[in-house]
Every structure is written in C-alpha cells, then in structure tokens.
Nanobody, 124 residues
C-alpha cells in the first residue's frame, strides 16, 4: 500500500508563498494522475489542481489559476504545489491524492490514495 505524506504547510501572511510537497513511501509505480485538494473548517473537500503522470497535463480550479502551480518529480516520488499570492480564504488543510487512472480527476471519489493533510494558514 502506497502512503502519501504531505509537508510544507504553515503560517504565512497574505500575499506570501508556500510550497507543499507530497512524497510517496515507495515507488509511485501504479499511481498515475495525482492531485491536490483542500478542506476548510465547516466546508467540503475542494479540488485544487491535478497533474498527469508525465506532468504534461495539468488542471486547476478557477480560483487557483495563475496563483498555484502543480508539478511532480517521479524520480523522487514527489509532487509539489507552489502557492503564490496567498489569501486568507486559502486557509485549509491541504491533501494530496493519487489515482490509478491517468485521467485528471477533479472529485475526491476519483482518487485511490490519500495523504493525511498539512495545515496552511494565511493570516497577518
């Protein structure tokens, strides 16, 4: 069973940046498309971005376009989320996810593997 572990969360001021990482416990062979989701208190889990195995295909939620960048390094079994121009409404627990299909998924039930989440707090 592959385990996904997120890191890089923390407290940042509005307008600041953070880079989240998601590292697999072993080779991610068998995991193709990957994605990031987030969940704020009292809200449902929300799609953030997804990336194909090769990295050539990406997709973002509208509110993240132009501010967030998803990428991956398969040699390091790691996926990244670069977050710039952060806003208070970006405050949430961020989860990484992987799926067997290489089709980019935008709903949480399309993913087979999940991390435990990392807290991102945007506040002055």
């Amino acid at each position: 069973q592959v385990q996904l572990v997120e890191s890089g969360g923390g407290l940042v001021q509005p307008g600041g940046s953070l880079r989240l990482s998601c590292t697999a416990s072993r080779s991610i062979f068998g995991i193709n498309a990957m994605g990031w989701f987030r969940q704020a208190p009292g809200k449902e889990r929300e799609f953030v971005a997804a990336i194909s195995w090769s990295g050539r295909s990406t997709y973002y939620a509208d509110s993240m376009k132009g501010r967030f960048t998803i990428s991956r390094d398969n040699a390091k079994n790691t996926m990244y989320l670069q977050m710039n121009s952060l806003k208070a409404e970006d405050t949430a627990v961020y989860y990484c996810a992987g799926r067997i299909s290489d089709v980019l998924g935008i709903t949480y039930n399309e993913y087979n593997y999940w991390g435990q989440g990392t807290q991102v707090t945007v506040s002055s």
